[in-house]
């Protein structure tokens, strides 16, 4: 447990699971300002907008970072100082041409999506992409040199001026229409991006050393051309999400109504999704933060099993009580956090939080695997893979809407069907290159622990009696007592494990002050 990734992510989750709350805690207060059919149209621009967003953002962090991991394990500071001069005028090349073309396309996607009038959203959506395209070449400079605390910060600073602006902004704007409430929530969004743009350029140029290198079209080219397998494995899930905002509302007008439709994707998208996603963002975080140890140990030439076990390991013992967690208590979440929810919809709504609960799991494993893949330059394997299990997704969704009665729990379904074979074939590639000898016996007794832990909130939650809020806490106190107290009983863990883990454990790399932070 003294491995150098948990030292380096410490500070990063810490953080990070501040953002995602926040994040989460966001979209809660927001689909009841805007209503099931007003988060269903926020959610069907947001797609498409997370789509221009990833192709750009989504892979520059981790790419920055795993290049400037391998060039510090060989001391070419100049190559650092070419790589980050490519990204910055790739990325805002590209930040630039994707916002002209969403501004232009604006009307072609809301008419196609069957929400003419909420233009205006792709708009302001479309001019904030810039900003964060910069802001990723800086999150992946600094995530190369394992220093943490900048995207850390501006992260919490990001959500913190989302939650108030976006939420007041579309509370002034709804007493017109939802269209103009959901135009306040972007509007508010992309103020808060730009602060946070400010934020990171701010702690670049304080940090960064001055050296001189020339940069020619041809490196440029080269690095995007070098970027373009990690950019379309990041863009797949995106790519699925945006099919879904065209797919599913359209598939479901064979069984109901257009404004009916909109509102059970806005449930399960805009209402849902954000619960599931929290686990799995924080999951992310993780990846982010161990990748450039792991870059660092491969271009070493150090063996990286015992990290890749460990890492496994804790991502099943802390992410799959998450899962089963969230199954106890689905009926009590949305009941608390969700009363705008229309009663014709409250039932379904409590089956697909339910149903898509179980996807943490495969979520989880599958990024914690990717990241290994991505540490080995594998990035074309991990593409296969979630192609295929998109694929996959994407037949069982339309199969199951079309031919059975389970309207909207289609896609959470399909949703579990995709990443769970995502993470069959993306474990079979990785026991190629390291050596995953994981207890059995261990995993099974986390597992078992899980179930009886779901059985035990389950009947809790039958015999208690309490204010819902008071409820839940308490039945999360249980959950978590429950659970780790079966853990130590099953000797899934030890005490000793636990003391030595917090005796090791530093916020972040307390050496970056002494790092030689090469431009």
């Excluded at 939080?353 to 990241?371: D, M, P």
């Amino acid at each position: 447990m003294k491995e150098k990734y948990i030292k380096n992510s410490i500070l990063l989750f810490v953080c990070l699971l501040i953002t995602k709350f926040i994040g989460a805690v966001y979209k809660i207060p927001l689909s009841n300002i805007l209503g099931t059919n007003g988060i269903g149209i926020y959610q069907m621009i947001y797609y498409v907008y997370s789509l221009f967003l990833v192709f750009i953002t989504g892979a520059i962090p981790t790419f920055v970072a795993q290049r400037i991991s391998y060039y510090r394990a060989k001391n070419e500071n100049a190559e650092i100082s070419k790589l980050i001069k490519c990204a910055y005028i790739f990325a805002i090349t590209l930040g630039i041409f994707f916002t002209i073309a969403i501004i232009l396309l604006s009307k072609v996607f809301s008419n196609l999506q069957g929400i003419s009038d909420a233009y205006l959203g792709y708009v302001i959506v479309g001019t904030s992409i810039t900003f964060s395209a910069v802001s990723s070449v800086a999150k992946g400079y600094f995530f190369g040199y394992e220093y943490m605390l900048p995207s850390a910060i501006s992260g919490i600073v990001e959500q913190c001026a989302k939650l108030v602006l976006g939420l007041t902004f579309a509370s002034i704007f709804t007493k017109y229409n939802t269209n103009f409430a959901v135009f306040g929530a972007f509007f508010g969004g992309f103020v808060s991006e730009f602060v946070a743009f400010v934020f990171m350029l701010i702690f670049f140029i304080k940090k960064k050393q001055t050296q001189k290198v020339k940069v020619h079209f041809a490196s440029i080219k080269k690095f995007g051309v070098n970027l373009m397998p990690l950019v379309a494995t990041n863009i797949v899930v995106p790519f699925s999400n945006f099919l879904d905002s065209f797919l599913v509302v359209n598939l479901l007008n064979y069984h109901f109504e257009n404004k009916i439709s909109t509102s059970l994707f806005g449930i399960a998208t805009g209402m849902i999704a954000p619960i599931v996603n929290f686990p799995v963002l924080l999951c992310g975080t993780i990846c982010t933060a161990i990748l450039p140890s792991l870059s660092y140990k491969i271009a070493n030439n150090e063996n990286i099993s015992k990290n890749c076990n460990n890492i496994l390991f804790f991502v099943f013992l802390i992410f799959v009580p998450c899962a089963f967690g969230l199954m106890a208590l689905s009926e009590n979440i949305i009941n608390i956090f969700f009363p705008s929810i229309e009663q014709q919809f409250h039932n379904v709504s409590i089956f697909y939080l339910k149903i898509a609960s179980v996807s943490i799991i495969w979520q989880t494993l599958l990024q914690i695997t990717n990241s290994i893949l991505y540490g080995f330059g594998k990035f074309r394997l991990t593409l296969t893979s979630e192609i295929i299990g998109i694929t996959l997704k994407i037949i069982t969704l339309i199969l199951l809407i079309l031919f059975t009665n389970l309207n909207i729990l289609s896609l959470a379904l399909a949703i579990n069907v995709g990443y769970f074979s995502s993470l069959i074939i993306c474990l079979c590639y990785a026991k190629k290159y390291v050596q995953l000898n994981n207890s059995l016996k261990k995993l099974s007794f986390c597992l078992l622990s899980s179930i009886i832990m779901f059985l035990i909130v389950g009947i809790c939650n039958f015999y208690i009696i309490i204010n819902p809020m008071l409820k839940l806490v308490i039945l999360l106190i249980i959950g978590v007592l429950a659970y780790f107290t079966l853990c130590f009983v099953f000797n899934v863990i030890t005490f000793g494990e636990i003391k030595n883990a917090l005796k090791n454990i530093k916020l972040g790399n307390k050496n970056w002050k002494e790092q030689n932070f090469c431009v």
